[in-house]
């Protein structure tokens, strides 16, 4: 059994306090809207998992496979069983997707928060 993540999670403006949020354009019967949500660990995830890195061209198509399944788990769940090597790769990904500390840091603690949890219930 993996470590279970809430990938709900909200990032905060580490200035604010406020939750980060990002506008996306969506299709509403045909016309071009503009809507806010909140920026969250899936979000996060997802984005790191499918997004092109440097080190991803000599990658083989096996391991471009396995973080396409992986994303495709964290989008269509709240709660997702995660193993040690997979949570690795995500917080490795996003340090690089996000290479200042706000996004990156917030993700490794809320990571390493499931991970603690995990070992709560274990003992």
């Known amino acids: 059994m993996g470590i279970k993540t809430d990938v709900t999670r909200r990032f905060i403006l580490l200035e604010t306090g406020e939750e980060m949020s990002e506008v996306r354009t969506i299709n ?23 997004s ?3 080190s991803d061209k000599s990658e083989s198509s ?10 495709k788990r964290v989008k269509e769940n709240d ?10 790769t995500i917080k ?5 997707g996000w290479p200042g500390a706000g996004v990156s840091g917030q993700a490794a603690e809320m990571l390493d928060i499931s ?8 003992d």
Do not use: C, H, W
Not at 62 to 71: C, P, S, T
Not at 115 to 122: D, L, N, P, V, Y
């Open 79 to 88: 709660f997702v069983d995660l193993s040690n090597e997979e949570i690795k």
């Open 52 to 54: 092109p890195l440097d």
């Open 62 to 71: 096996e391991k471009k496979l396995d973080r396409y399944l992986l994303a």
């Open 28 to 50: 509403e019967g045909g016309k071009a809207v503009q809507v806010r949500e909140p920026f969250t660990l899936r979000l996060a995830m997802i984005r790191s998992l499918i």
């Open 92 to 96: 490795d990904r996003i340090a690089q």
């Open 115 to 122: 991970i603690a949890e995990s070992k709560k219930k274990k």
